[in-house]
């Protein structure tokens, strides 16, 4: 049987058997096994031999020829590969293509891979694009990959910013990425968020947590049109994004709501508010990174089939809404995790390490939660795997609908601080009562301000202060 281990022993003691071993397979799948397991190649290798294969009917034999040429480097092959690309019809075959003559790293093959730069498949021209930035230094080429900013594809464009435009630094914090201000920590405030967030600096919470308002669902908010709600909402995550430290996350808990039908002549009107919401976020400096689902029991929703379990016609099917979603964001940025990530001492990042037993899917069985005040509270549980799966020990997490406070207790008991704020009396003064009891912890006291308490104790915060002098 050919193995691995025999196309290495041949390699080593008898290379020239290798063509005669490849025209050996009886069928593709044993000719591709012997390419994709070449590995290193000596300069010598027989290279005509893997011209031949270039004309294979097989684009995955002629991907792995090109691959294999692509390893010898030899000057001659650009051209090859260059005669082939002009025909071939596989993309996965021209993005190899591209590689392979990248991979010389030679400036004499600049026009051949300029020319790569019109092939109608992005990830060829992405392709091309990381294969001339070897040569960013040259002039020419810099001035053929500048214009491609305005790329339609958005890769593409990605690739370019990073290289000739990102000035790759923050936007104004000025504390270094795993602190915050003072006069932020463990504050709730009592507020419409817009008001509040006028006061806080850029850059100085590391993860926003919320569910927001179900539009016209429920009494404490009323707006006078969705497109109203949607506006509203759009301007509190543009700010809470200006208010994120680089590269970290907005976690949005929504699900389309029911406004129920004003009279047995209407139908009732679902808004899909997750779907709505979305693309005002991510044009305006979101990321989008996952879709969470949050999977409740039947019995705990309303039952909306009934209708149907009794008359069975099609059309009138109307299933129980047993999901909500937890939308992950992202704020944009070209640093990697990793920069984040390193942006923590040793001991804080062991501390923060999640426990076995994490969730591993994107569907969260979570029960919901009834509260005897506020309508509308998030489970402990599902804030705690958001706030450990996403904010590091200490970190400041932000929820602007604060509601009766579950983000912020469930965040000091995580060693997190946290920073609300909630416009409607009834629930800052709910919020305060359940922190009284809960606020035995050691740590930075809780603290509910009025808005102009807020603001005096902003400008008090040395910090911020310095903040405003940088930007
Ligand atoms: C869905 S509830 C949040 C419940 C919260 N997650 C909890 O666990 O208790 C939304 C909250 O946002 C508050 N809210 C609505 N508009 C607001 C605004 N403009 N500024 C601040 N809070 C607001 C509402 O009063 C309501 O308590």
Redesign the pocket.
């Known amino acids: 049987m050919l193995t691995k281990q025999y196309i290495n022993e041949l390699k080593q003691n008898n290379m020239g058997a290798i063509p005669s071993l490849i025209v050996s397979q009886k069928d593709a799948g044993g000719i591709n096994f012997v390419l994709e397991n070449l590995g290193r190649l000596p300069k010598n290798f027989d290279i005509d031999f893997l011209y031949k294969l270039l004309k294979h009917e097989r684009p995955q034999i002629r991907l792995n020829a090109v691959k294999n040429i692509g390893k010898l480097k030899h000057s001659g092959s650009a051209k090859v590969l260059f005669d082939l690309y002009k025909n071939e019809k596989d993309t996965a075959v021209r993005r190899e293509i591209v590689s392979s003559i990248g991979r010389q790293r030679d400036i004499k093959n600049k026009s051949i891979l300029i020319s790569f730069l019109r092939d109608a498949d992005p990830k060829v021209v992405c392709q091309a694009i990381r294969a001339l930035l070897v040569f960013e230094k040259d002039a020419e080429t810099e001035k053929i990959l500048r214009p491609l900013i305005n790329h339609p594809n958005e890769m593409a464009r990605t690739i370019i910013y990073k290289e000739f435009f990102s000035k790759n630094g923050s936007n104004g914090g000025i504390l270094p990425h795993s602190q915050t201000y003072n006069f932020l920590k463990n504050i709730v405030v009592k507020a419409?968020?817009?008001e509040t967030l006028k006061v806080v600096p850029d850059e100085s919470v590391h993860l926003t947590f919320t569910?927001?308002?179900?539009y016209n669902a429920r009494d404490?908010?009323i707006y006078p049109s969705y497109q109203a709600y949607l506006d509203f909402l759009t301007k509190v995550f543009i700010e809470t994004c200006r208010i994120t430290k680089e590269g970290r996350f907005l976690i949005v808990n929504t699900s389309p709501v029911i406004m129920p039908r004003i009279s047995r002549s209407h139908s009732s009107k679902r808004y899909p508010i997750p779907f709505d919401l979305h693309p005002y976020l991510v044009k305006n400096g979101w990321e989008f990174i996952d879709d969470i689902v949050w999977l409740k029991p039947e019995a705990s929703v309303k039952n909306r089939i009934g209708g149907f379990m009794q008359h069975r016609k099609p059309l009138g099917y109307k299933p129980n809404s047993v999901t909500e979603y937890l939308m992950v964001y992202r704020k944009a940025t070209d640093k990697l995790l990793d920069w984040n990530m390193r942006s923590y001492d040793y001991e804080t990042v062991k501390k923060s390490k999640v426990a076995d037993g994490y969730e591993t899917t994107n569907v969260w069985k979570i029960d919901p939660c009834f509260d005897k005040v506020?309508s509308?509270?998030?489970p402990v549980e599902l804030c705690k795997r958001v706030i450990e799966y996403y904010s590091y020990k200490g970190d400041l997490v932000f929820?602007?609908?604060?509601?009766?406070?579950?983000?912020g207790r469930t965040a000091k008991l995580l060693d997190r601080l946290f920073f609300l704020?909630?416009?409607?009396e009834k629930?800052f003064e709910y919020m305060k009562s359940k922190t009284k009891n809960s606020d035995l912890f050691e740590g930075i006291k809780s603290r509910f301000l009025t808005l102009e308490e807020f603001k005096k104790e902003a400008e008090n915060d040395a910090d911020r202060t310095n903040s405003k002098k940088h930007n």
Do not use: I, Q
């Open positions: 419409d968020v817009l569910s927001p308002p179900y404490y908010s506020h509308a509270v998030f929820d602007p609908f604060g509601g009766s406070g579950t983000v704020t909630e416009k409607e629930y």
